[in-house]
């Protein structure tokens, strides 16, 4: 597995998310995850197939590490899903997940064909979210929903914990092509 050889093959310090995808040639996306990085396959304007994010508490995801106290290669979530001709692929880091609705991603590819245009799109939309203090994002709901809010007191003055989340952003958008075998 590739995610094996790759953190076999690390000896820096440190940890990250991750999230890879290898199409075979029989129409087959494998994937391995680790973390809180994100992938969702689009088909006809719809989302049929999402990762979910691995974490040990709020906000704080598995983390692939050289180190003995994070993650190995063995703790990826790996998953497959068929997939067809024309069929649209969103991989991202949290800074795309966090602060993008998915509905907000299916609407911004309907916009844009080029699959390098879709990306840029989509990080843009990200980063504006993401410094947004008013914007009720994916992350400020989830907040809310496992109980981290403003005070009492501003609650109580109508107040809610809202805004993007401030992370990197990274935004790969593939599409389905038929193999041309010679």
């Known amino acids: 597995m590739l995610l094996k050889e790759a ?8 940890s990250a998310t991750v999230v890879i995808a290898m199409l075979e040639r029989d129409g087959i996306l494998r994937i391995a995850n680790v973390g809180d990085c994100g992938l969702r396959v689009l088909r006809g304007g719809q989302i049929i197939f999402s990762t979910s994010p691995q ?36 991989m991202g880091s949290d800074g795309l997940f966090d602060n993008v609705f998915d509905q907000e991603i299916v609407s911004t590819l309907a916009k844009h064909g ?10 843009d939309l990200a980063r504006e979210h993401s410094v947004d203090s008013s914007y009720d994002s994916p992350y400020s709901i989830e907040a809310r929903t496992r109980g981290f809010d403003v005070p009492v007191w501003k609650k109580a003055l109508g107040f809610k914990l809202t805004g993007g989340k401030l992370d990197d ?12 075998e010679s």
Not at 7 to 14: K, Q
Not at 114 to 123: G, N, Q, R
Request: proline share 2%; net charge negative; aromatic share 6%.
């Open 169 to 180: 952003i990274t935004v790969i958008v593939g599409r389905v092509v038929r193999s041309h």
């Open 7 to 14: 953190h076999a093959a690390t000896s820096s310090v440190g």
């Open 114 to 123: 080029d699959v390098s245009e879709a990306a840029k799109a989509l990080a």
């Open 55 to 90: 974490e040990h508490y709020f906000d704080c995801p598995y983390q692939l590490s050289s180190e003995s106290v994070g993650q190995t290669y063995q703790d990826a979530v790996v998953s497959t899903v068929e997939v067809t001709e024309k069929d649209t692929i969103v």
